[in-house]
Every structure is written in C-alpha cells, then in structure tokens.
C-alpha cells in the first residue's frame, strides 16, 4: 500500500510538473560598468616670478635697483590651477612644474646680489659722489617659446656694478615637458656630433656675411674681428652658450667678450628651421611639434 501511494504521488508530480512546466529563474544581467571619466586636460602656462628690490643709503640716496623677472611654470587640470595634486596626472604635472620652477630658483639664489648690495653700500661710504648720477643694478629678462613638448627660454642679464660699462650676459634654458628635463638642442639631433658641426659652420658663413657687408669691417676677415679660438668657440654653441627656439628657427647667441671684445657687442645668429630640418631625429621632431 504504501509503494502504491508512493507511485501515486510520483506520479501526480511528474504530471503536475509536465502541466505546468518549469520556469527557470532569470539570470541577473552583468551590470554596465560606469562610463569612463574623460581623462583630465593638463595645460601649461609660463607665467613671471617678480623679485624687485632697492637699496638706499640713509640719506635717501639710491645705491642699487634689482629687478628678476624669471619665468614660472604652472599647471593646470581642465582649466582651474593645480595647486594641490588630486589625481597621479595632476601629481605628475606638479613634478614637472617643480623641476622647472626650482632651476631659476638655483639660477636667483646662486648670484652675488646681497654682496653687491654690501658693496654698494661701502662705496657710497667711501665715495659718495660715485652716485650721484648713477646707481648699480641687477636686472634679468626673458622670452618664452613652446613648440611641441619643448619651453624655450632665451634670458638677458644686465647688470652695472661699477666700473666702465654695464654688462649683458645671455642665458637659455630648453625644457622638454615629457620628460621633465632640460635639453641641449643637440640632444633633438639624429647625429648630435654632425648637427653641432653643421650649425656652426652656419654661423661661420653668417658671421663672415656680415663682416662682409659692414663698412667698419671692410678688409678684415673673422679672424681679424674674433678671439684666435673663435672656432671652437662657436662648435660649443649648443652646450656653452646661449641657443633657443624661436617662431622663426634657432637663435644662438655669444655674449660680448665670448667672441670678440666689448666693443663688438654680442653676436646672435638666426638659422631658419627650413635649414635644419634634415637633423631631427624622430623623438626631436616628436619634441619640437613637426610631425
């Protein structure tokens, strides 16, 4: 009786079972992941870092004047100024901006400024009349060129501190954002040890042009105007001396006494980037925006 009952009620289940069917719970979809957050624009701006300073002696008379306009670097994350990193781009950005920030930091700090302020000072002690028509000075300029993934810096330091004249003394500085470091133009060359060649006898060519062309220098050939080593000087362009990038191609230039004397003045160079553009390697033309 009880196999009976029991073979009954298996097979009214079976029944019930076949009638009805059996419904297969759905299975919950995968969730659609979040759309991915735009990655955040990072832009960079050169801006100035003002240092104006003067100094008077006690009776009012001004000894010296400093005035550093150095460049400074900021970023920024979709338009608004990081000041505190939020996110590893925004920290990797304040990175590069600390590189290149620190450096004309080193640049200020390195100078003899607060000596020539002392120095100002004891000579009005001594010598009064020293200035009564003049007053030292220290003043720093620049201009800023971005092309590619570079910051070109070309810089003027003036400075009177006494003596016959004033004196001007070129700086450049060329930073590659991408890597964070700053470069010698060379370093953008397929061939650097070729390329330094190359411009300098391209400032050779340039230098005799104008020599050739000036009424003061008629009869006298480059030797005549420039130091005995002028050639080496000129082959050390890309790593002594003052080279950026401009809108128009390369602008070297030597300050006065680095090539000739004070009276000859600085000699600067322009070399179009039409005639250089065989040099590049491919990571340089990648830095300098010519792909």
């Not at 009954?8 to 069917?21: E, N, V, W």
């Not at 002690?125 to 003049?134: C, G, I, K």
């Not at 590619?148 to 003394?169: F, K, W």
């Not at 042009?209 to 000129?234: C, H, K, M, Q, V």
Request: aromatic share 14%.
């Amino acid at each position: 009786m009880k196999k009976y009952c029991s073979l009954i009620l298996t097979l009214c289940l079976a029944a019930a079972l076949a009638g009805c069917g059996i419904t297969t719970l759905p299975t919950p979809e995968d969730p659609e992941p979040p759309a991915a957050a735009d990655p955040e624009e990072i832009t960079y701006e050169v801006t100035t870092d003002p240092h104006e300073e003067t100094v008077h002696a006690e009776d009012g008379t001004l000894l010296m004047t400093v005035s550093f306009q150095l460049p400074h670097l900021q970023a920024y994350a979709d338009g608004t100024l990081i000041e505190t990193p939020a996110t590893p781009a925004q920290e990797e950005a304040m990175a590069r901006v600390n590189t290149f920030n620190e450096n004309f930091n080193q640049w200020r700090e390195s100078g003899d400024t607060a000596q020539s302020m002392e120095d100002a000072k004891s000579l009005y002690q001594s010598f009064p009349d020293a200035f009564s028509n003049t007053s030292y000075c220290e003043e720093f300029t620049y201009t800023a060129y971005r092309t590619g993934s570079l910051i070109s810096i070309a810089a003027d330091y003036y400075s009177y501190l006494g003596g016959a004249h004033p004196n001007d003394v070129y700086f450049s500085w060329n930073f590659d954002l991408d890597s964070s470091t700053f470069l010698t133009i060379p370093e953008l060359a397929t061939d650097p040890q070729a390329f330094t060649l190359a411009v300098a006898d391209m400032i050779e060519v340039q230098a005799g042009e104008r020599f050739a062309s000036e009424p003061e220098y008629e009869g006298l050939s480059i030797s005549d105007i420039y130091w005995d080593n002028y050639r080496e000087t000129i082959e050390k362009w890309g790593s002594d001396y003052a080279a950026s990038f401009d809108a128009d191609g390369l602008t070297v230039i030597f300050s006065a006494y680095e090539l000739a004397s004070y009276a000859n003045g600085p000699q600067e160079f322009h070399i179009p980037y039409a005639a250089l553009d065989t040099y590049w390697s491919d990571s340089g033309r990648t830095v300098l925006g010519l792909d």
